[in-house]
């Protein structure tokens, strides 16, 4: 069964940080495009960043770019979310996701939620003013 638990939300005031993980089986997590997505009430799930686990490629949405960095522990099967000079725009609920299949993440993985197959149950983030 595939499991994606995500875990480091909270509530931090603007400027802040705070680093999101998303631990996943080794099967999951082993050379496939693994992305993080946000959504807020009424609105779409949006693409944040994604990373490939099989090498050193990765994207970022233009809204967080500079700000947030996603990386990846190999010996732990977990990517992980490291979110600075947070804003109160960026309070959602972030969600970890995984494809079906291996490979590389392509050229828009950040494009729609549509292109993951596996989903973690969500971790909330919420950003004062």
């Known amino acids: 069964q595939v499991q994606l638990v995500e875990s480091g939300g909270g509530s931090v005031q603007a400027g802040g940080s705070l680093r999101l993980s998303c631990a996943a089986s080794?099967?999951?997590?082993?050379?496939?495009?693994m992305g993080w997505f946000r959504q807020t009430p009424g609105k779409e799930r949006e693409g944040v960043a994604a990373i490939y686990t099989g090498g050193i490629r990765t994207y970022y949405a233009d809204s967080v770019k500079g700000r947030f960095t996603i990386s990846q522990d190999n010996a732990k099967n977990t990517v992980y979310l490291q979110m600075n000079s947070l804003k109160p725009e960026d309070t959602a609920m972030y969600y970890c996701a995984a494809r079906a299949w291996r490979g590389s993440c392509g050229s828009s993985p950040l494009g729609s939620p549509l292109g993951y197959n596996y989903w973690g149950q969500g971790t909330q983030v919420t950003v004062s003013s």
């Open positions: 080794v099967y999951t997590y082993s050379n496939n495009c």
